[in-house]
């Protein structure tokens, strides 16, 4: 598989073995609806739950390249990454739309990296290369609508791939 869509695989499998799911889809109005993705690939579908993530990739650069004789020769690939969380006002919850996107960015940050307190629990395994580190970069919100809030949280994952010559 290609790094980064060996990349793509592997952020998919770390959501997937954290509480996030579970933690975004308490919000739902209907927790248990599995027609629909927490965590989206690029966009989200017309009529996503609220609240939810855009996953975006936003660059990547290979930063090092090395070979040695009898080895694979290798490069270090630096991949950018914007996790998009989207939320509403919820009917019956007393935060505001700001506050529940805050409250799911610290849960993300949690999990990937950024929390102040908390040290990352994801596991990020590549079938063909290494993960090496991940850097918090950023994280901002934005209002996008009177009851809607986008909270972004940047990353950067850097890997240790094979590449053939």
């Known amino acids: 598989m290609i790094a980064i869509a060996d990349f793509c695989k592997a952020m998919n499998t770390a959501w997937d073995a954290s509480t996030l799911d579970a933690t975004f889809k308490a919000l739902w109005s209907d927790p248990t609806d599995t027609e629909y993705p927490v965590l989206n690939d690029e966009e989200a579908l017309g009529d996503q739950p609220w609240p939810y993530v855009v996953l975006d990739q936003m660059s990547q650069s290979t930063s090092s390249r090395m070979s040695a004789e009898g080895l694979a020769n290798r490069e270090i690939r630096d991949v950018l990454v914007r996790i998009n969380i989207h939320a509403k006002a919820i009917d019956g ?8 996107a805050a409250y799911l960015a610290e849960e993300v ?3 990937f990296g950024g929390h102040p307190t908390i040290s990352p629990t994801a596991e990020i395994t590549l079938d063909n290369g290494n993960f090496l580190i991940t850097q918090f970069q950023n994280d901002f919100g934005i209002r996008t609508g009177p ?3 986008q909270w972004v949280v ?7 791939v094979p590449v053939a010559v």
């Open 93 to 100: 919850d007393s935060r505001t739309a700001k506050g529940i």
């Open 109 to 111: 940050m949690k999990v």
């Open 147 to 149: 009851d809607e809030y």
């Open 154 to 160: 940047t990353y950067l994952f850097r890997l240790d």
